[in-house]
């Protein structure tokens, strides 16, 4: 079976944050509803691909951070480590 590149592209993988915690990212084809970017702070409108970001060391544990994940555009995501979150 070949590898599908848009199914890849919506796995789970591990990055480091500015803060230096780990976090799951997963990239999204987008929904129905809009979201609000912590990096800039400007929505983000319904079926825009974007990426959503969890601690995995949430102080409160793993399903705490899952349940505070965030949703950010990509390229606020790629340069979380050199702005501050807008909110």
Known sequence: MPLDPDRLAGMTRSE???D???YSVRQVRGSEKA???PG????IEPGTV???AWQNDHILGARAGVEDRRHWHRACWQARGRRRPAR
């Open 50 to 52: 974007h990426v959503v």
């Open 40 to 43: 800039c702070d400007q929505l």
């Open 35 to 37: 979201y609000r970017c």
């Open 16 to 18: 480091s944050g500015p």
């Open 20 to 22: 230096g915690g780990s």
